[in-house]
């Protein structure tokens, strides 16, 4: 019989190292300092009333999310038949129209609410830690951009009418493109400065937008009206295929980020600090730019570049659990699913029957936000303790 | 491979075509604090980053505890070595314990939570560095200090047999700044290897077992402090005048920066002092670029040991022994060339009545009126004090500030000239 050796790629046997835990030797010195008497407070336990009142206001949403709009729906329809469908009440089933504007239309809707919001915070938690820089996000990294590079090509050359899957493969690829550059920018030795990596973004951002504006010049009229539709960012009309194609790969790819939890606690203490204290920094910077790269490519297939969730819902959320990735990353999940359902929300009951676009919610509420982050960060350079 | 517990070999780094570090072999051993001095730009800093492996060398290797630190899995080598730079800031609002507690990245697989014995330890490293209590507080909100502190403290968690500290103490006052290089030495003593990089020198000769001095990413000099800690090597690596002295009280090397020399250009003083009557005077005037003489003393007189130390020429008498004629004639030389003289006001007994002599001897002489905080001119014997009359009738009397004052306009007109 053959044996079969399959050979994994050195990254990878040397990250799968990380799972075995290290027997530790006895510490046999510096012990004669007296103990310290102490009263421990876990991570987990510390931050489960803020985890329980996340789930609870996200339900809260969802149900809000699938009843209100055009046709106002109880939610108390949903729950009942859901209740019905799993056998455990026996009252008829709600209206055949409610049951179908609920399965088809608002639900899909808001899942896709979910899954884009948590997606892009997550991967905003990410950019912020992996570079140490609270004013970073997907799109401000120029991530978004080469997503919207990536969708314009898709929408022009015609592949997306061909396939529901052409645009979230361009985007993948768009983003993926961002963070190449992203990376080998950051990688050049000696760049400190907090606004470096910003500008480096915004420079990036600005050259896919302008290719994005050139291509444009060159495509059919139902086609630039197709991708200035998708680049307003919006919920409407998202069906379960949508969800299909993405879920798949967003939530794998946010489990995914959150077991680096710790190595983005540790990128916090700058890249050296990083190294010295034994994590592999290019390699786990490689691996993070991808997976966020992904994630917000196909995040932003299913809804548009939706600007500000990345920014804004990370710095909300350290405010509840604090910094640490591995509270943060979870709770952001939750609290970006909340945003983006409770702005879709707001869009549609702002001003019946028109909905404003979920993307103008969020730039509405995000760019205050933006400048008054851009004044603290200033005062607080002005005072020196960067 | 040799028993030394860090050995770097022909270490160089070079950015470009310039040359940081040169061709640095080190080799240290278990329980020496190691102080890397030398000019800004020396290389300091990037020879501690070599070490750490935070920088790969253009040349050279570095071995510790006989593996080549290139070749380590990472968290190995963060097992061995940890380094606290000098970068302190933090962005984002982490509390200290938190801070603390990612030191033990290296000690912990993936998914394995800090358990009581990480927590145990890190509050233990922050009560060591003085901050019991302090581990709920922001690490943003703290002082600069603090912050070193926090980060000593989490290389301290990270529990590592060699511990490169760059430039520990560098927002430290001086409480914590003994404090740290005290911990450090203690970190010694129980079986590390401690390097840091000093810029303090008298510093650096306190604490540490040895010291290496860096002069153009070359080792000008290395050895124990005295070996090192010389006016010679420090002046030629520094650019400066300096004077190496041990501390009075402590015996430890003090290093203090002369001020430059004036050259030949400054007026000649002769002293005649005693009894440290002239310390204040020889001082100033040293400072002012004056080119003085003293005598005529007796040996072990804190006049006469200062007068040494400065490398001033002097004349001197055995202790508790009487000035001769024949050493006044000798001493004259220094009086008639000198372009003042002062005589300090020591008390006048038997042995030095020769100085009243050689007083009279000078071309300008000018007797210091001592000042209620000086040594009082108390003459014991009608001899002397008909003596200090004719000495005084032949002089001005002026007062210490008055002296310098002169010389001040003095040296104003010569510049001008």
Redesign the interface.
């Known amino acids: 019989m053959q044996v079969h050796i399959v050979s994994f790629p050195a990254w990878f046997v040397q990250f799968m190292s990380l799972y075995v835990p290290v027997s530790r030797p006895e510490c046999k010195r510096v012990d004669r300092i007296r103990r310290v008497p102490h009263h421990d407070a876990t991570v987990k336990t510390r931050h489960a009333p803020a985890f329980i009142v996340l789930s609870l206001l996200l339900a809260a949403a969802v149900l809000l999310g699938v009843g209100i709009g055009a046709v106002q729906v109880s939610p108390a329809s949903l729950i009942r038949f859901l209740l019905v469908k799993l056998g455990l009440s026996a009252l008829p089933l709600p209206d055949e129209r409610d049951i179908t504007i609920l399965l088809l239309l608002r639900l899909p809707r808001v899942v896709a609410a979910m899954l884009v919001g948590s997606s892009l915070a997550t991967c905003g938690v990410v950019m912020q830690g992996l570079f140490r820089n609270p004013m970073a996000s997907p799109e401000i990294l120029g991530l978004s951009a080469g997503g919207s590079l990536g969708a314009v090509i898709a929408i022009t050359a015609g592949f997306a009418s061909g396939s529901l899957l052409a645009i979230p493969a361009f985007t993948i690829a768009g983003a993926l493109l961002s963070a190449v550059c992203i990376y080998l920018l950051s990688s050049s030795r000696g760049t400190t400065s907090l606004l470096y990596i910003v500008i480096a973004g915004m420079a990036i951002s600005s050259l896919f937008s302008g290719l994005t504006s050139a291509l444009l010049l060159f495509s059919r009229q139902y086609q630039v009206s197709q991708f200035i539709f998708w680049t307003m960012g919006g919920l409407d009309g998202r069906s379960w295929q949508h969800i299909l194609y993405s879920a798949p790969v967003l939530v794998p790819g946010m489990i995914a980020l959150s077991f680096f939890a710790r190595e983005l606690n540790l990128f916090t203490l700058g890249e050296e600090e990083a190294f010295s204290l034994g994590m592999r920094v290019e390699t786990a910077k490689r691996i993070l730019l991808a997976i966020a790269a992904v994630v917000t490519g196909v995040a932003i297939a299913v809804s548009g570049p939706i600007g500000f969730v990345g920014l804004l819902v990370p710095h909300l959320l350290r405010f509840l659990v604090g910094p640490d990735h591995r509270a943060l990353l979870p709770a952001s999940a939750l609290g970006g699913a909340l945003f983006l359902v409770l702005c879709d929300l707001l869009g549609r009951a702002l001003l019946p029957p028109f909905e404003i676009r979920v993307g103008i919610i969020t730039a509405i509420l995000g760019s205050p936000y933006l400048l008054s982050l851009i004044v603290r960060i200033q005062r607080r350079n002005a005072v020196g303790a960067r | 491979m040799s028993g030394e517990f860090l050995m770097a070999r022909g270490l160089t780094w070079t950015v470009g075509k310039t040359t940081i570090v040169d061709n640095i072999d080190l080799a240290v051993e278990r329980g020496e604090l190691i102080g890397v001095i030398g000019p800004n730009g020396a290389g300091k800093t990037t020879l501690l ?1 070599l070490l ?3 920088l790969t060398p253009t040349a050279g290797e570095v071995f510790l505890d006989g593996g080549g630190i290139a070749g380590m ?7 061995l ?3 606290m ?1 000098q ?1 302190v ?7 200290v314990m ?2 603390l507690l ?2 033990r ?9 800090e358990g ?2 990480d ?3 890190a ?6 560095v003085g901050l ?1 209590g302090m581990e709920d507080r922001g690490f ?1 909100g703290l002082s600069g200090g603090e912050r070193q502190l926090v980060l000593f403290a989490k290389a ?1 968690v ?2 590592t047999d060699l511990l490169l500290l760059d430039e520990p103490s560098s927002s430290l006052d001086i409480h914590h700044q003994d404090r740290i290089f005290s911990m450090a030495q203690e ?1 010694a003593r ?3 290897a401690v390097i840091a990089s000093v810029h303090n020198l008298s510093v650096a000769a306190q604490y540490c077992s040895r010291l290496v001095l860096l002069e153009k990413g070359r080792i000008a000099c290395s050895g124990r402090p005295e070996q090192v800690l010389k006016a010679e090597v420090l002046d030629r690596v520094y650019g400066i005048r300096t004077m190496v002295s041990p501390s009075l009280a402590t015996g430890s090397l003090t290093v203090t920066v002369l001020p430059r020399d004036k050259g030949a250009a400054g007026t000649k003083v002769h002293l005649i002092g005693g009894a440290g009557s002239a310390v204040n005077l020889t001082r100033e005037l040293y400072r002012l670029g004056c080119s003085l003489t003293g005598g005529i003393a007796h040996e072990y007189d804190s006049d006469e040991k200062l007068w040494r130390s400065l490398g001033i020429r002097c004349m001197t008498v055995g202790a508790f022994s009487r000035i001769t004629d024949e050493q006044i004639r000798e001493a004259a030389h220094f009086v008639e060339q000198a372009d003042l003289t002062i005589l300090c006001s020591f008390p006048i007994g038997q042995g030095n009545l020769g100085n009243l002599s050689l007083a009279s001897l000078a071309r300008r002489l000018v007797v210091l009126n001592p000042g209620p905080e000086e040594v009082p001119r108390s003459i014991l014997s009608q001899e002397g004090r008909t003596l200090f009359a004719e000495v005084c009738a032949g002089a001005r009397i002026l007062e210490h500030d008055e002296i310098l004052e002169e010389l001040l306009t003095a040296m104003d007109h010569s510049a001008a000239r």
Do not use: C, N, W
């Not at chain 2, 990245?105 to 939570?113: A, D, E, I, T, V």
């Open positions: 980053r750490a492996g935070l899995e990472s968290r190995g080598r963060a097992r070595v940890s380094i730079t970068d800031s933090q962005v984002f609002p982490f509390t938190e801070i990612m030191g990245y290296p000690h912990l697989g993936r998914f394995q939570k009581a014995e927590m145990e330890r509050r233990r490293m922050l009560s060591y019991t943003s301290l990270q529990d970190l129980e079986g590390r």
